[in-house]
Structures are given as C-alpha cells and as structure tokens.
C-alpha cells in the first residue's frame, strides 16, 4: 500500500471517522476546522490538527495543501464543502478531491466545475439501501413506500465498544428486535454490512430502528463490561 497525505476538512463525526481509519491505515492525515470543540488531539495522537477556516486561502497555503494527495472535504455544510473543492483542485492541483454532500437537492452541483472528483451523498446512499433504487422506467406505484414506524439512527463506534474487531455478524445477532445494521461508513463511503468483515474504531453505523430500540442500541455499543 502506498502511503498518501490526505487533508480532511471538517472534523464532525464523519471526517473524524474517516481520518480514524486512515490514519490507522498508515496514511499521513490532517484534520481542518475551526471550531475548537471538535479538535481531539489527545483522542487522534495519530492525526495533525490544523484549528482554522477550510474556506480560506491562506489557511489551505499555510497547510501547504499543493503537497497532499487527496482532499476530502467532509463538513456538513455543502456551501464549505463545494469552496473547499474549488480551491482543492483550481488553487492547489490536488490530483483527488473527494466532497460529501449533505442535502441530496444539491447532487447537481458536485462535479468537476467544482473541483470534485467523486462526491459522495450519505443520505442518498442510506435510503438507497434501505428502500431500493428504482429503475428508471418504474411506475410511480411500483416504488417501494417508506418504511414505517421506523427511525435511521447513526452513530460512530468508540475505542470502547466490546464490537471493537469483532466482525459485523456479531453485532447484527446482538441487536434488539426491530433494529437492523443497513450501512456501514467508512474510508471507501457507504457500503452495505458486510458480516466476515471486522468493525473498527471509527467506523459510522447506520441502523434502522423501531424508536422504542434507540435506547438499547446506545447501551449495546457502549463500554465493554470488564466485570
């Protein structure tokens, strides 16, 4: 595998998860936000914090973002995510610029007028999985309804978790009734459970669940029992 510097914009739950897994995978990974309450340093001794504005030129310049080999911009704004890829690819040549949007409404503008690559939509991908793609010369009745009675929770695994490198079968045969695993987000985005494979710190979980099953879903995933 080769080594990659890889500048991660925003550093919510999605763009900590994703450095998490990076970062684990020996890239050479810089998290950017501005905001002091998501710098983690001691929680990600493995990942370079940078605490300023994405969307400003000099912070990118002082971040020597010329010099990285991929841009993820991951906040949950798509204005910040779509001038991040601007800049990425017009004012710094990054060879790979990779956008997460938020708001399926706004697909149409994530391409490469703005400096994206590959642009990746989470909400998108989630109802995709859970409700089926249609085709497109499907009638309107033959699309499958919303499923009802039922919420998508998400939630980022902690370093504590007894599901830690355990494999995905493990937690889907622990889950409460009326809960099911539907996606999982990791470095290559959001792809279906997979049950061989082993879950990671930071990996994000997207569950549908009967809201009466939230609570024990949070209890499940949290600390492992050392008694």
């Known amino acids: 595998m080769v080594e990659m510097r ?5 550093a919510g739950s999605v ?3 994703i450095a998490t897994e990076l970062a684990g995978s020996g890239h050479d990974v810089l998290l950017i936000d501005r905001d002091t309450r998501r710098i983690g340093v001691d929680d990600m001794p493995q990942v370079e914090w940078l605490l300023a504005d994405a969307c400003e030129l000099a912070t990118l310049e002082d971040a020597r973002l010329g010099d990285f080999d991929v841009v993820i911009a991951a906040s949950s704004d798509d204005k910040v995510n779509l001038v991040v890829s601007l800049l990425a690819k017009t004012e710094f040549g990054v060879e790979r610029v990779i956008a997460r949007i938020n708001d399926p409404g706004n697909e149409w503008l994530f391409d490469d007028s703005w400096g994206v690559d590959l642009a990746v939509s989470p909400p998108r991908l989630i109802a995709d999985l859970v409700e089926g793609v249609p085709e497109e010369d499907q ?13 998508i ?15 995905e ?5 622990s889950l409460p009734e009326g809960t099911a695993l539907v996606a999982v987000l990791g470095t290559g985005g959001v792809r279906p459970p ?3 494979r082993e879950l990671a710190v930071g990996n994000t979980l997207v569950f549908l669940a009967a809201p009466e099953t939230l609570g024990v879903l949070e209890d499940l995933l949290g600390p492992a029992d050392d008694t």
């Open 153 to 167: 929770a998400e939630t980022v695994l902690p370093a504590h978790s007894a599901f830690v490198g355990r494999p």
């Open 6 to 10: 890889i500048a991660i914009a925003g």
């Open 194 to 196: 997979e049950p061989s």
């Open 15 to 17: 763009g900590r998860s």
């Open 169 to 173: 079968s493990e937690l889907t045969a």
């Open 139 to 151: 009638e309107e009745e033959g699309i499958r309804p919303p499923l009802p009675g039922a919420e």
